[in-house]
């Protein structure tokens, strides 16, 4: 694998080539990916009455899509029905484990009002079932879907250079229509080879790498392992060296309805360093005292990897130009900072208030960027920007203290904990006592407890 990782896919049927329809100026809309960005902005356009053409370049929305499993759908709720949606399992409960080579040190949360819909709106699915079944959501609301299809270049108006369209690998495949939304996902090459947005720098770069895994013994075998009931699944996070080994990162364990997903990330620069390949990383955590037991006798069906945009929100491009919008991951709209995991959530929203924001322009006839420029206002008032100004400095301090966080303090922290539940002839008070210790000496005694307390105050703050 190299180290910048395309999206791959599972292994597919082949189906015959689409045909080569002439769409040139016949829509209002163009929009670049059919993920969740990108079809969260062809329904909205569609429902405003306009004429939208999606372009996806798998041979179906998802299928060259990955990420770590679980949907956030809030604003998705309010865009479409989703009871008809392909959700495998909701969560049911969240558990986050520290990770030395041997040890694991966990927190387990299971709130009884998560079993109620509609389950604190996270549910675990499969992004080939799910982007599918989205955009064909955004097809019943009149856009037309070309799959098979990939956006090479932008067309500009020699005139005015305004975006007035897009160049794509088919025959005679330029494409023009007033507006371009570009939800092109992490590997944003048409974004950045428009000069619209700069290459992410390496250390705002994770890289991800997933497996779906099935048991040859299904029934029974998942609800079991984790304590599941009815449509209830888990969502376990993993962290400290015993997961991403010298890395900035964490592994994942998230269920589904006959399969799990197991995975990783890590900061990019790690992966370019004397860290193991991803799989050889991935192969390692699996094979970790605390997760082999989870994935005993599983195989694999599927494997995938991408790049994951960490940069936060001073990494946030330009999102709007004349006749063009940039939605989803490719304007790094990504929570990654090991308590909140969330992207689906912001590439639906900011597909929506890209959405919004056209069909307004395209009442008032205009195209150019300030009559867009609402979606980048409406966008910095949301829970979008807002979450990544409040996580900006999250990343920045824990690569500072990553000796701390990923390798002493699991370690410490698994020998306090045994220390403390010890079972020998001393009293009781001896081992909490030679516990207090051991994490006092792990943060550097009272005053470095105190002090590592005030640098991640805003976590809770």
């Given at each position: 694998m190299s180290d910048e990782p395309d999206e791959t896919e599972a292994e597919e049927t082949p189906r015959e080539p689409v045909a080569d329809p002439n769409y040139d100026g016949a829509f209002d809309a163009v929009v670049v990916g059919a993920?969740?960005?990108g079809s969260a902005a062809a329904v909205t356009m569609a429902n405003e009455g306009l004429d939208v053409l999606m372009?996806?370049?798998g041979r179906y929305p998802g299928a060259k899509n990955v990420f770590g499993g679980v949907l956030y759908t809030?604003?998705?709720r309010e865009l479409v029905d989703v009871s008809s949606a392909p959700v495998e399992r909701y969560v049911a409960e969240k558990r986050f484990s520290?990770?030395?080579?041997?040890?694991e040190t966990a927190v387990s949360l299971r709130p009884g009002e998560w079993h109620d819909p509609p389950h604190n709106d996270s549910y675990t699915v499969l992004r080939g079932e799910f982007d599918r079944w989205f955009a064909e959501q955004a097809v019943d609301a009149g856009a037309v879907l070309l799959t098979e299809t990939t956006v090479t270049d932008l067309i500009r108006d020699e005139r005015t250079d305004r975006i007035v369209g897009v160049k794509t690998d088919r025959p005679n495949g330029d494409i023009t229509a007033d507006y371009v939304v570009l939800a092109e996902g992490g590997n944003s090459?048409?974004?950045e080879g428009a000069d619209l947005k700069k290459p992410e720098r390496p250390e705002n770069v994770a890289v991800g790498v997933k497996e779906v895994l099935e048991f040859p013994q299904r029934d029974g075998v998942i609800e079991d392992r984790f304590r599941l009931s009815d449509d209830g699944g888990v969502s376990y996070h993993y962290f400290g060296d015993g997961a991403v080994g010298d890395a900035v990162g964490g592994g994942f364990i998230y269920t589904n309805e006959d399969t799990i997903s197991v995975g990783l990330a890590y900061s990019i620069a790690d992966a370019r360093g004397r860290q193991p390949k991803p799989e050889q990383t991935l192969n390692a955590f699996k094979s970790h005292p605390a997760v082999a037991p989870l994935v005993r006798n599983a195989r694999t069906v599927e494997y995938g990897a991408k790049t994951i945009p960490e940069g936060g929100h001073e990494s946030i491009p330009q999102l709007v130009h004349d006749g063009a919008a940039?939605?989803?991951d490719a304007a790094?709209?990504?929570l990654n900072n090991g308590v909140h995991l969330e992207g689906t959530n912001m590439a639906v929203e900011s597909g929506y208030l890209a959405g919004?924001?056209?069909?307004?322009?395209?009442?008032r006839d205009r195209t150019d960027e300030n009559a867009l420029q609402s979606y980048p206002d409406r966008l910095e008032e949301s829970f979008v920007v807002k979450n990544l100004e409040r996580y900006d400095w999250l990343m920045e301090r824990v690569e500072e203290d990553r000796d701390l966080i990923f390798e002493e303090l699991p370690h410490g922290l698994a020998d306090a904990g045994a220390e403390y539940f010890r079972m020998d002839r001393e009293p009781k008070e001896n081992h909490a006592e030679e516990a207090r210790d051991r994490i006092l000496e792990t943060v550097g005694g009272w005053r470095g407890a105190a002090k590592l307390a005030y640098r991640y105050r805003k976590v809770i703050r």
């Open positions: 993920g969740l960005a372009i996806e370049r809030p604003t998705l520290m990770l030395s080579e041997t040890d090459l048409v974004s940039i939605v989803g790094g709209l990504v919004e924001a056209i069909a307004e322009a395209a009442r």
